[in-house]
């Protein structure tokens, strides 16, 4: 079975760091581009962050442009986002996504990072 | 603001046909694939409709996707109950150099 479990999340105070992981299950992990989609409590989707199959390759949002570094580990099927200079607009939960072609085909169930005093 | 843009909610009644509008520019959905997205409360989306068109196996055949110029659209027929939840479009926007998502469409089967 195709599984997608994200960990790490958690609260961390404003300015703070924080690094998300993504375990992947079930499917040729280095053959995958990945990408990391957030959600604000009651909010719509906003994509995050992307990276290619073999991680040569990032592409971020402008919002966490220069705070967020994406990362893959192909040997350990692991996905992260390391995540500085937190801000209280960052809290969300963090969906771990598999894209393949131009859609992101499998989901995580999610990851909530909070960012409060 | 997102910028893609969906009707915040609609609803219909069981069995009937309903359609969701995705309304883009000609730097995302006028020029790249789109593809939609239901997510019920609590849980992680799930791919409906990708390359504007195309159904993931295991999706029903009452879920179409079409699109025309900078517009996209979803069709659910025969609706149900289990239907309701929110529905996203999103496509890759060539200028902004980034994946963009419409706000998300609240559908409620009454």
């Known amino acids: 079975e195709v599984q997608l479990l994200e960990s790490g999340g958690g609260l961390v105070q404003p300015g703070g760091s924080l690094r998300v992981s993504c375990a992947a299950s079930g499917f040729t992990f280095g053959s995958y581009a990945m990408s990391w989609v957030r959600q604000a409590p009651g909010k719509g989707l906003e994509w995050v962050s992307g990276?290619?199959?073999?991680?040569?390759?990032?592409y971020y949002a402008d919002s966490v442009k220069g705070r967020f570094t994406i990362s893959r580990d192909n040997s350990k099927n692991t996905l992260y986002v390391q995540m500085n200079s937190l801000r209280a607009e960052d809290t969300a939960v963090y969906y771990c996504v598999r894209k393949k072609g131009d859609a992101f085909h499998i989901w995580g169930q999610g990851t909530m990072v909070t960012v409060s005093s | 603001q997102s910028v893609l843009t969906q009707p915040p909610s609609l609803s219909a009644a069981p069995g009937q046909k309903v359609t969701i509008s995705c309304s883009g520019s000609?730097?995302?959905?006028?020029?790249?694939?789109v593809s939609w997205y239901q997510q019920f409360p609590g849980t992680g989306p799930k791919l409906l409709i990708y390359e504007n068109n195309e159904r993931p196996s295991g999706i029903p055949d009452r879920f179409s996707g079409s699109k025309s110029g900078t517009s996209a659209t979803l069709g659910i027929t025969g609706l149900q109950t289990g239907d309701e939840a929110y529905y996203y479009c999103g496509t890759w926007d060539s200028s902004l150099s980034a994946w963009v998502f419409g706000g998300g469409t609240k559908l409620t089967v009454l």
């Open positions: 990276i290619s199959a073999s991680g040569g390759s990032t």
């Open positions: 000609s730097s995302n959905i006028g020029k790249n694939y």
